[in-house]
């Protein structure tokens, strides 16, 4: 079994999908194997970056099913569960663990929202107890679940009550939150960063390892961000992070998912389309997407030259 903690650049990846609307399955293998020779050290599946969401439960275990089976051991396969429904979260759970998956992650339900630290523990409880056997990390991203419980109060209490519970991924910018969750007085907790365009400043807090979806686009640019921290070169680490603020910039500016799929596609990784309600990306704005990259360098640092297509 996987033992955490988790190490590196953990991609956030896509789901492939036709312009049908379905799942390209045929997709996933050749895109994670080109993530693991860029570098990337884990795959988060079926987050948001993944759509996960927008998938019905049948579509979430065909995608974990063919990445465990693309990863094929190399790197660990973290399979994003969360579900609005807590039974069919612990489903995907049981059936995570069972396609082979190495650790199980889950945010809380977000239609009801969740009010207090009591029913966190109970929701996240019942999603971990579907895999007993793996690392369960809570998926924490107020942004997007609207959750505002204190994620400190949740890992002081969870470890006595979740067995699994090991970490969390943290997607907030709250640099001292992040490290109280590293400090809490109960255990040493795994806690991942999520926010790509800070990695530095996680890492100079003592972040080891990062899930993010433009890992899945310039690891090789994260990875020498990484390199220059543990050399002592902070000038070449500012110099590396502003590389990566400019390009989430640039893909701001746009719908963010689609971007992602689109520059996925132009380095040889076809991304296809999005599931609604996530909008889509013309093919003028790709266009102005590709000229905006270049004009910033990107096709030159991403660590994808070979395979671009311009």
């Known amino acids: 079994m996987f033992e955490p903690p988790l190490q590196g650049l953990i991609a956030a990846t896509i789901t492939p999908l036709h312009s049908s609307g379905k799942i390209n399955l045929a997709a996933i293998g050749p895109m994670i194997s080109r993530l693991i020779e860029s570098g990337v050290t884990g795959l988060y599946v079926c987050g948001s970056t993944g759509e996960g969401m927008s998938l019905t439960c049948q579509e979430r275990k065909l995608v974990v099913e063919a990445s465990v089976e693309a990863a094929a051991g190399r790197v660990p396969v973290i399979v994003q569960v969360g579900h609005n429904s807590v039974a069919d979260a612990c489903d995907l759970a049981v059936h995570a663990a069972s396609a082979g998956a190495d650790v199980v992650s889950a945010t809380c339900p977000s239609y009801f929202k969740v009010a207090d630290t009591t029913t966190l523990l109970k929701c996240m409880g019942k999603i971990a107890s579907g895999a007993p056997q793996l690392p369960f990390y809570y998926y924490h991203i107020p942004a997007l679940t609207g959750s505002q419980i204190d994620v400190v109060d949740f890992l002081e209490r969870g470890g006595e009550v979740i067995p699994n519970l090991v970490g969390l991924k943290y997607t907030n910018t709250l640099i001292h939150e992040f490290q109280a969750c590293q400090n809490t007085q109960s255990r040493k907790f795994d806690v991942v960063w999520g926010c790509d365009e800070m990695l530095l400043a996680a890492f100079a807090s003592g972040a080891t390892a990062a899930i993010g979806s433009t890992y899945n686009i310039a690891a090789p640019l994260y990875r020498r ?15 590396l992070q502003y590389h990566s603020v400019a390009m989430v910039n640039v893909m701001k500016a746009y719908a963010f998912h689609a971007a992602l799929k689109a520059i996925m596609s132009m380095l040889g990784m076809p991304g296809g389309h999005c599931r609604l309600p996530l909008t889509a990306i013309s093919t003028e704005e790709t266009e102005s997407l590709r000229r905006r990259l270049d004009g910033i360098g990107f096709f030159d640092w991403c660590g994808h030259d070979s395979q671009v297509s311009r």
Do not use: H, K, Y
């Not at 990484?226 to 110099?239: F, H, K, L, V």
């Open 225 to 239: 961000i990484i390199e220059a921290i543990q050399a002592g070169d902070w000038d070449s680490a500012r110099q």
